[in-house]
Every structure is written in structure tokens, then in C-alpha cells.
């Protein structure tokens, strides 16, 4: 089932910090975090396991409570190029992601 | 190591025609995924592949769809008797197995007219 992802738009000054959600109505193993620019292919930005590990490589923290089945994205001091279209992508196993629909995020100067 | 390549990035067909779309993974990546993505939508997985095996097909995919993944190196997804509704972007990704990021390729794009 897909996710849902909350809020769906958002608008930042630079500078300003951005937290984005995500909730799943199914037990989680994974959830992972891209980011697509307009006509660009989505990008890798951040995976959290059940577990506790975090694998990222990004200046971008995240959250992954199993319990309540939700993951955030914490984007702090938002720089212009943070714009774009944040997607989480979820699975229960070792198994193919889903995304959600996305949040529009636009950082304005 | 050039990514993930997809061929062709653009693909204008007529309604009924059959078109094919290749995906180049990187190559030590052995799974491979394709997903459709309309506007404002996020990507839609379609089917993928471990090695050469095709694991998982999802209901999406209608008898029109087939991809193949000969040797388990580049993927090639067809379309048969296309509609319009068929129109949106392809993706292809790849993967390590196990819990590792996705590394898409810039897509194709279809339009049927």
C-alpha cells in the first residue's frame, strides 16, 4: 500500500528548517528518501532500516519510528538547491519500493 | 562507472503502435527495477528483475507489458498496441541486493498519440 507523505507543498526561505513525513499502514523494514528535480530522474538521498541503521550520504537527517510506522526528513538551514520534489519509497522486506506522492518543497531567497 | 542509462530519453508513437525502451544498470548492480511515473505522481512500480530472473510483476502491468533481462545485464520493456493512457515517464533503476539506495536513469519519456 502506498505511503502517505504530508505535508504535499511546502514553501521555505533560505535559511529556514523543513521537516517532512511519512506513514505507512503496513509494518515497515525500510524506508527510503529521494529527492527529483523538475525533468530530472529522482536521486538517492537517505535509507533507513528497522533496526536503527541509517546509510546516507547527504547533509540530511531522518527518523524511523517502527513502532508507529512513520519516518521524517529533516532538512535544516534550506539552501535554494534543496527545491524539488521529496518522495519516501517503503517496503517490508527485501522487496521492491513503494513511493508515496511526494511533497513539493520550494526554497525562495 | 556512467549510471543508469535509458534509451530512447523521448518517444512520440501513435496509438496501436509497439514501442521498446532499453535500460542500462550499473553494472554490479544485480537488480533492476522499472516504474511509471505520470505528473504530480510518484514513481509506480511496474516489475524487476534479480540477475535475469523477473521476480515480480505488479497488477499494473497488463498483458501488453512485457521486459526482458537477457543475461541479466541490460533490461528492454515493451509495449504493445499502446493506448494513451500509457502515456508518462519510464524509469529504470538499479540496485545492490538487499538495503541499498536506487540509482535511476533519466527516464523515457512517452507520449502516444
Known amino acids: 500500500q502506498q505511503p502517505v507523505q504530508s505535508p504535499q507543498a511546502v514553501i521555505l526561505r533560505e535559511g529556514e528548517d523543513a521537516v517532512i513525513n511519512c506513514s505507512s499502514s503496513?509494518?515497515?523494514?525500510?524506508v527510503h528518501w529521494y529527492r527529483q528535480k523538475h525533468g530530472e530522474a529522482p536521486v538517492f538521498l537517505m535509507i533507513?532500516?528497522?533496526?536503527?541503521e541509517q546509510k546516507g550520504h547527504e547533509k540530511i537527517s531522518a527518523s524511523f519510528n517502527e513502532k508507529k510506522q512513520q519516518s521524517s526528513l529533516y532538512l535544516t538551514a534550506s539552501q535554494l538547491s534543496y527545491s524539488g520534489t521529496y518522495f519516501c519509497?517503503?517496503?517490508?522486506?527485501?522487496?521492491?519500493?513503494?513511493f508515496g506522492k511526494g511533497t513539493r518543497l520550494s526554497v525562495i531567497a | 562507472d556512467t549510471g543508469v542509462s535509458q534509451n530512447p530519453r523521448h518517444k512520440i508513437t501513435k496509438r496501436g503502435q509497439n514501442v521498446t525502451f532499453r535500460c542500462d544498470p550499473i553494472?554490479?548492480?544485480?537488480?533492476l527495477y522499472w516504474y511509471r511515473q505520470t505528473l504530480g505522481q510518484g514513481p509506480e512500480f511496474l516489475t524487476y528483475?534479480?540477475?535475469?530472473?523477473?521476480?515480480?510483476k505488479s497488477r499494473l502491468l497488463s498483458d501488453r507489458f512485457s521486459a526482458e533481462r537477457p543475461k541479466g545485464s541490460f533490461s528492454t520493456l515493451e509495449i504493445q498496441r499502446t493506448e494513451q493512457g500509457d502515456s508518462a515517464m519510464y524509469l529504470c533503476?538499479?540496485?545492490?541486493?538487499?538495503?541499498?539506495?536506487?540509482?535511476f536513469g533519466s527516464g523515457t519519456r512517452l507520449t502516444v498519440v
Open positions: 533503476a538499479s540496485s545492490l541486493e538487499g538495503q541499498y539506495g536506487y540509482t
Open positions: 503496513k509494518a515497515l523494514y525500510s
Open positions: 533507513l532500516l528497522k533496526g536503527g
Open positions: 519509497g517503503v517496503n517490508s522486506g527485501n522487496t521492491p519500493l513503494v
Open positions: 553494472s554490479e548492480h544485480n537488480r
Open positions: 528483475f534479480q540477475n535475469e530472473a523477473q521476480l515480480e
